[in-house]
């Protein structure tokens, strides 16, 4: 690897692409500067105005769900320096990145995968390239995962039956979702600043649609845009002088790309940093001038809309009635279907795993293991298994004669952000029944008031959701048409009034050029004249009760004021207040054990128990010997034995780090809490099969929604495919 680096990458080179990388980003910082005062004043604006979406009947979870881990397990893992496969104990933790370790029996500090970037079909089921059909390399089983990334390296990883395979799958894509979701939405400036500076990049080099790379945080996003721009330019060059066979080009090439990739990483972060903490500085400043000047800024905005609007808005109409307006309805349609599913099978799922809960206190534990059964449903909504179902909903997401026209590259980018919107709904679904139903065990019930109020506390928190849901749904199909039909309309318009746009620079003030921009108002013109077809279209779908879509006038008339009041108190912890005196830590009052060491014995035994437990565990607690690198098909026998014996390693080695193309930082080692150095309690299993029950969720009535929404049929086998798709990777 050394030789390849050393022979492609030279001194000259490597300064070459520094340079290269510092003009784009310079080019890309100076649009951020600009969007940056605009999105502080829209910002500022906004909660004066105090104009927004209809308060949610669901609570939302403040404190998130730490210390949990997601999964754990044995899987096979490439090692590109000696070419050879090792098998590995992973654990994905509560901030889903992906951790590797030697073995179960030692488990030293570990720093987790720190790449990002991998777009929502990042996890391929096959061995070949994505850009051609030479296979990488060779696979001992015929179940390989791969986590692919268009500019850094690949992780190849192999399990040994089909089973496994899929809950590798279902897991690796989970993480991909949730570290592709690296821009928090609650950064009402930052965040969008960041990605209006992407989108006019963008366009000034005439590229416009939607953009599969812009996933990750601002860094990762930034280090893909680089890339977009250098990646072709350094492969058109070098490919030509790599020497071997097709495969080991290929391979060459990945290196090569990966160490580019990681020194345009660590320039961006460094100029990104800076001019962010600049921004900050003037910050203070700048929110003194909106405050004062904020009736002046807002009229001479006004006036400079009122101008443009007079310019291009004949154009603009008669470009949204002849090339948009005809396919509005289409596009929604094919929105609607698998996104509705989606959050039917969500709202299927929390009905089934609640009624279970309620038969398990019925039958079996009682009051005392209530504790129990909240704590794994409170996990519900980031149970990659449990929810796959929900998610594999959107698959079959098509714009088929559609994407063409409106330049969509691909559908990925709108399925991972209705799948987030489906976890998001899940989470706040559980969370307010945790909270309604807290609130009840307060009055001491027995078991039988107890398994009424269950019910009762269901049904009430379904009605929630269903008006959440489709608040949540509108909102989410008004977002994707504008993101689908804007960047067709603007590359339309550009040839005929993009020209104009120069000479209303002079209608800003120069006190407001920071807050008021030319370009961003043109588009608020352009992205007026489609929003009231756009909201017209989603209305009539509302109005006709498709999908189970409220109309915008229903408002729930048993809505609950109180409600919200109630998720100010202090998180639930269901295993301290309920769990019972069987509990792996909760021997409370135990002769000669201090309620200390309780306390930590319990918080440990929440660090180590997994979410989805594997109890098909072919893999005890003692570390397995290295498998041998398979030469041939012969060497399936020789890892399946391997999976099979139960041999205790002398010295069991660190694993090296998941670093998935983020450049490792020479940090001090991390001091680690006393439970993340402990080994599981017991072996990793798999999940029994759920309980079958004849109960059906309730559905929304005629008189709340308008249809009686039908009963799901047989769910799908737990199976996706995602061939087709550049491979972007994220904080994980």
Known sequence: ??????????????????????????????????????????????????????????LWRKVPLEERIIFSGNLFQYQEDNKKWRNRFSLVPHNYGLVLYENKVVR????????????????????????????????????????????????????????????????????????????????????????????????????????????????????????????????????????????????????????????????????????????????????????????????????????????????????????????????????????????????????KEVTDMNLNVINEGGIDKLGEYMEKLSQLAYHPLKMQSCYEKMEPLRLDGLQQRFDVSSTSVFKQRAQIHMREQMDNAVYTFETLLHQELGKGPTKEELCKSIQRILERVLKKYDYDSSSVRKRFFREALLQITIPFLLKKLAPTCKSELSRFQELIFEDFARFILVENTYEEVVLQTVMKDILQAVKEAAVQRKHNLYRDSVVMHNSDPNLHLLAEGAPIDWGEEYGGSGDSGGHTGSPGVPDAALSEKRRRAKQVVSVVQDEEAGLPFEAVPEPLSPASPDSVTELRGLLAQDLRAESPPLASPLLNGAPAQETPQPVVAPGATSPPSSPLRQLPPGKAVDLEAPKPSDQETGEQVSSPGGRPPIHTTTEDSAGVQTEF
């Not at 290929?250 to 940093?273: H, P």
Request: aromatic share 8%; glycine share 6%.
């Open 1 to 58: 690897m050394g030789d390849v680096l050393s022979t492609h990458l030279d001194d000259a080179r490597r300064q070459h692409i520094a340079e290269k990388t510092g003009k784009i980003l310079t080019e890309f910082l100076r649009f951020y500067e600009d969007q940056y005062g605009v999105a502080l004043f829209n910002s500022m604006r906004h909660e004066i105005e105090g104009t927004g979406a209809p308060q949610a009947q669901l």
């Open 108 to 351: 030293p500090p570990a720093r987790e995968a720190t790449e990002g970037g991998r777009s929502a079909d990042a996890v391929s089921t096959g061995t070949t390239s994505k850009s051609g059909n030479t296979p990488i390399l060779k696979c001992p089983t015929q179940f390989p995962l791969i986590l692919w990334h268009p500019s850094a390296r690949h992780y190849y990883f192999c399990m040994m039956t089909e089973a496994e395979q899929d809950k590798w799958q279902a897991v690796l894509q989970d993480c991909v979702r949730h570290c592709n979701n690296g821009i928090p939405e609650d950064s009402k400036v930052e965040g969008p600043a960041f990605t209006d500076a992407i989108r006019m990049y963008r366009q000034s080099k005439e590229l416009y649609g939607t953009w599969e790379m812009l996933c990750g945080n601002e860094v990762q996003i930034l280090s893909n845009l680089v890339m977009e721009e250098l990646g072709p330019e350094l492969k058109a060059e070098l490919a030509p002088r790599l020497k071997g066979k097709p495969q080991e080009r290929q391979r060459q090439w990945i290196q090569i790309s990966d160490a580019v990739y990681r020194m345009v990483y660590e320039q961006a972060k460094a100029r990104f940093e800076a001019v962010l903490s600049k921004l900050q500085l003037a910050r203070p400043a700048m929110e003194a001038v909106i405050r004062t000047d904020m009736d002046q800024i807002i009229t001479s905005k006004e006036h400079l809309a009122s101008k443009i609007r007079a310019s291009i808005l004949p154009k603009a109409e008669v470009c949204v009635r002849n090339h948009v307006q005809p396919y509005i309805p289409s596009i929604l349609e094919a929105l609607m279907v698998p996104t509705s599913q989606g959050f039917t099978e969500v709202r299927d799922v929390f009905f």
